[in-house]
Every structure is written in structure tokens, then in C-alpha cells.
């Protein structure tokens, strides 16, 4: 079975640093990943996802994520991050295997400091 | 409004009784989920619904039923066989794709806490 895995559980950082949440995949076969946030009190959201193409993807509000098939990894990229990122973020994928199951991994916890 | 609604927001209940959580959506979906969200954990599958009438194990579907009788309808219920049943409990929805490219749509969950 596949398996995601978050190794950062949380992040602190000041506005306007840089930020880089990391996501590995356990999976040798194909893959459809996912990044969702769940700015506090909100519903569980989309920010982007890649399935095929261009392996580097834009999502909603600055957030972009590059998929490196070689290392297994979807980590997330915002340049300048702001008070309002402050969230918690899962990485999630499905497989050719599982294509129904999205399997998502543990979370990290943003704290964005103004 | 298209969305996901899940009622109650809280609710507390005594150990050993059945609990039945709802989960509504309008947004003609084929595909319903339920997750259960600890902290540090993410968010771990218990049942999934391809289509009314029909329904699949996830991750952790022990001591946990469902039914899907109506396309926008997917209540979870929590027996007294599940163990450790205090948690957050999310619905989520999508277009349902075999391809497995859907986005999911989340209602706002359920805590549910057993005394």
C-alpha cells in the first residue's frame, strides 16, 4: 500500500520568508498528488494538484509544487509567505493501484509570525 | 449554495451507545468519502462510496458502518465495537473519476466525543 509521508510537523516562520514543506510518496507505479490546507476554522481545501505534464505546478494564492519522480517527492514552495498562510497543509496522492483512495500524510503545521 | 454539510457540529455521547453521523451534499456528486482526523495522524479513510447502493472499506473501517441509499446522502455511524471512537470526523465529496485525478470537497466535520 502507498503511503505519504510529512517529515516536517511544524513550521515557524516570519513574514516574507520562504517556505518549503516537504513530501515523500511511497509508490513505484503512477501517481496523482495533492496538496490541501486547513486555514483555521475553514473547510479542508484544494491548493493544487498534478497528475500529468509540466511537473512543476501553480496553485491558488502563490503556492507552487514541484513533482521530482526520481525522489519520490511533491514538495510545496511559496516564495514570501504571509500572516494569512497560517494553516495546517496535507500532501495526499492516489495511485494507479488505488486510484479511488486518496492516502493523505500527517500534516504540517504553519505558523506564519506577523 | 453548493456544498458539503455535516451535522452536528459536536456531539458527545456515552460509551457503548451507536452514533449516527450525517453528511449532505448538492453538488451532484457520485463519489462520497468519510475520514477520521486526529492530531499528528492527517487524515485516515474509513468508508468510501462510488455510487448509490455500494460502498468500500477504507484504511480503518472497523467498528464503523454506512449506508449510501440517496446520491446526496452518506451518514456514518459509530457502533460501540469501535474503540477509540473521540475524533474529528470529515465527509468529503467528488465527481468520482476512476482515473483517480478528482478533487475532493470537505464539509466542516463533526468532533465527536464519547464520555
Known amino acids: 500500500a502507498q503511503s505519504v509521508s510529512q517529515h516536517n510537523h511544524h513550521v515557524i516562520l516570519s513574514e516574507a520568508a520562504s517556505l518549503e514543506l516537504g513530501c515523500n510518496y511511497s509508490?513505484?507505479?503512477?501517481?496523482?498528488l495533492f496538496w490541501y490546507v486547513q486555514y483555521p476554522g475553514q473547510h479542508l481545501q484544494l491548493l493544487l494538484k498534478?497528475?500529468?505534464?509540466?511537473?512543476l505546478v501553480k496553485g491558488i494564492k502563490g503556492f507552487e509544487a514541484e513533482f521530482i519522480k526520481s525522489k519520490f517527492s511533491f514538495n510545496l514552495r511559496k516564495p514570501s509567505v504571509q500572516w494569512s498562510d497560517t494553516a495546517e497543509y496535507f500532501c495526499?496522492?492516489?495511485?494507479?493501484?488505488?486510484?479511488?483512495?486518496?492516502?493523505f500524510g500527517s500534516g504540517t503545521q504553519l505558523t506564519v509570525l506577523p | 449554495d453548493g456544498g458539503i454539510t455535516q451535522s452536528p457540529k459536536y456531539l458527545f455521547r456515552k460509551e457503548g451507545q451507536n452514533v449516527t453521523l450525517s453528511c449532505e451534499q448538492n453538488?451532484?456528486?457520485?463519489?462520497m468519502y468519510w475520514y477520521r482526523q486526529d492530531p499528528g495522524q492527517g487524515l485516515r479513510l474509513i468508508y468510501y462510496?462510488?455510487?448509490?447502493?455500494?460502498?468500500q472499506k477504507g484504511d480503518i473501517a472497523e467498528g464503523y458502518s454506512v449506508s449510501r441509499e440517496k446520491k446526496e446522502s452518506f451518514p456514518l455511524t459509530v457502533t460501540s465495537a469501535q474503540k477509540n471512537p473521540t475524533a474529528f470526523y470529515l465527509c468529503?465529496?467528488?465527481?468520482?473519476?476512476?482515473?483517480?485525478?478528482?478533487?475532493?470537497?470537505f464539509g466542516p466535520g463533526t468532533r465527536l466525543t464519547v464520555l
Open positions: 509508490y513505484g507505479g503512477t501517481v496523482n
Open positions: 462510496s462510488q455510487i448509490v447502493n455500494d460502498f
Open positions: 498534478y497528475f500529468s505534464g509540466d511537473p
Open positions: 453538488l451532484n456528486h457520485d463519489a
Open positions: 468529503a465529496s467528488s465527481v468520482g473519476r476512476a482515473s483517480g485525478t478528482d478533487t475532493q470537497y
Open positions: 495526499a496522492v492516489t495511485t494507479s493501484g488505488s486510484a479511488r483512495q486518496l492516502t
